[in-house]
């Protein structure tokens, strides 16, 4: 099992930055892709961009490519996900997420972790 627990949720104006973290811990080493998706009230979750622990090869969205940047430090077995041009329509709950190489980018993960909220005011 992988256990992940994001941090750094919360709320901020439109414009500003945010930056989530998601620690993975457990059996990491079964894990080669790392995900971002968010769910917004009403709607279904979407993903938001993908990384992997061995090149650090990227993967977005079309809607965050340019204000949303994945990175990850294999040393700490951490994730982030820096938000800056934050807008209204980016709030949702975010979720980190693990898998295999089934998971690149936008596939099937197999971990979740709890999800942090998202709050962009107008």
């Known amino acids: 099992q992988v256990q992940l627990g994001e941090l750094g949720g919360g709320l901020v104006q439109a414009g500003g930055s945010l930056r989530l973290s998601c620690a993975a811990s457990?059996?990491?080493?079964?894990?080669?892709?790392m995900g971002w998706f968010r769910q917004a009230p009403g709607k279904e979750r979407d993903f938001v961009a993908a990384i992997t622990w061995a090149g650090g090869t990227t993967y977005y969205a079309d809607s965050v490519k340019g204000r949303f940047t994945i990175s990850r430090d294999n040393a700490k077995k951490t994730v982030y996900l820096q938000m800056n041009s934050l807008k209204p329509e980016d709030t949702a709950v975010y979720y980190c997420?693990?898998?295999?190489?089934?998971?690149?980018?936008?596939?099937?993960?197999?971990?979740w972790g709890q999800g942090t909220q998202v709050t962009v005011s107008s």
């Open positions: 457990g059996r990491t080493f079964s894990t080669v892709v």
């Open positions: 997420a693990a898998g295999g190489f089934a998971a690149w980018p936008t596939g099937k993960y197999d971990y």
